[in-house]
């Protein structure tokens, strides 16, 4: 590693610490888009900002180019009950960064900066580069990349920053939440009724557990199905109308999200209703020359379970990043430092080769 390659590491380490100690939960990251703006100004980037997306073109933007971009998020999710350490008190302790956000995405997001600021006044690039760290991440809402998205260049391809270990996410499953309706004959509980909504839920619940879609992705594997939220009654001596249930059903690259739901209101034995039909599945030929760059290093490539960013994304999108996914949302979380050490090596290294391909 180059000494200056080492000095921006560790600026971009100092970063993360200072977007640790900086609450930025989904809708309130204003401060942390603060700092992630003076930070990249500091080296002589040009900013942007939109809400509390901070974006950022490369110094020898050529609109004749293709576009890749840079992205990760800066907002959080609330920090759980069973931490047992201060969330917002980044501290290093047996090579950890301990702190929320610092592995989901902050890790990420660190390393995508440092990465965009190596490239930031190269010339003769093959790309443009947009870097973007977004907000409102967690809770896909109304103010995150999907907003930033119309107001940007044409994206070609892209890199979302998310712990995968600095493994290829060639594909992640889509999203679609349903809410279900069984419906019954309201009654008294001591009458008879052969048209009990909850009784005629076994028969449901039992569907939604045996049924299984029919297309089995090579990397994603089959869409999963599960009913997550069960609500009925509010009285003990009357049968209710209905039973109310939410279904959770992450989808493969073989369907898309109209296609499951056209599937289900024709197919399940009770009312479905999906509550959004745009967080779709993602992926990226493998044969693309960015995951070849990545390969060529020895990086395995996977489907991921796991929504991101990715699902606003229209162009081929590899998910990338330092940490591990199933840090996300832990209690204590952290990241290795040498973890975000490597991340900026690799994500270098792979777009060094890109790049100048």
């Not at 350490?85 to 440092?114: I, Q, T, W």
């Not at 930031?120 to 809770?139: K, R």
């Not at 003990?236 to 296609?259: G, I, M, T, W």
């Not at 690799?346 to 060094?352: A, G, M, T």
């Amino acid at each position: 590693m180059k000494t200056d390659q080492k000095q921006l590491t560790q600026k971009a380490i100092e970063l993360l610490q200072e977007l640790i100690a900086t609450p930025s939960f989904s809708g309130e990251e204003d401060k942390t888009g603060n700092a992630i703006e003076t930070w990249l100004q500091d080296f002589g980037v040009k900013t942007n900002r939109q809400y509390n997306n901070i974006y950022a073109f490369n110094k020898h933007f050529d609109e004749r180019k293709p576009t890749l971009l840079l992205n990760s998020h800066h907002d959080t999710v609330k920090p759980n009950s069973a931490y047992t350490k201060d969330p917002f008190h980044p501290h290093l302790e047996d090579g950890k960064l301990y702190g929320l956000g610092s592995n989901d995405a902050g890790g990420c997001l660190v390393s995508l900066l440092a990465t965009f600021v190596h490239f930031y006044e190269q010339e003769n690039l093959s790309h443009n580069i947009i870097m973007a760290a977004t907000g409102e991440e967690e809770d896909a809402g109304a103010k995150s990349l999907t907003a930033l998205l119309p107001i940007l260049p044409k994206i070609d391809v892209a890199i979302v920053g998310e712990p995968t270990l600095m493994d290829l996410a060639i594909a992640e499953k889509g999203l679609i939440v349903f809410d279900a309706v069984v419906e019954g004959t309201p009654s008294h509980a001591a009458h008879p009724n052969n048209n009990n909504s909850i009784y005629n839920t076994i028969e449901v619940l039992k569907w939604f557990k045996e049924y299984s879609f029919e297309k089995v992705s090579n990397v994603l594997g089959e869409v999963k199905l599960t009913v997550t939220q069960i609500n009925a009654g509010n009285q003990h001596n009357v049968v209710p109308a209905q039973v109310d249930l939410v279904v959770d059903v992450r989808v493969n690259d073989c369907y898309s999200n109209k296609e499951i739901a056209d599937i289900l209101n024709s197919e399940a034995p009770c009312k479905m209703t999906p509550r959004s039909l745009r967080l779709n599945s993602s992926a990226i030929d493998p044969d693309h020359s960015l995951v070849q760059s990545g390969t060529a290093l020895g990086r395995k490539t996977y489907g991921s379970p796991t929504l991101s960013d990715q699902a606003a994304l229209s162009c081929q999108s590899v998910k990338l990043g330092p940490g591990d996914s199933t840090r996300s949302h832990s209690a204590d979380e952290f990241i290795f430092v040498n973890e975000i050490e490597e991340g900026i090596d690799l994500y270098i290294q792979i777009l060094q080769q890109f790049l100048n391909s």
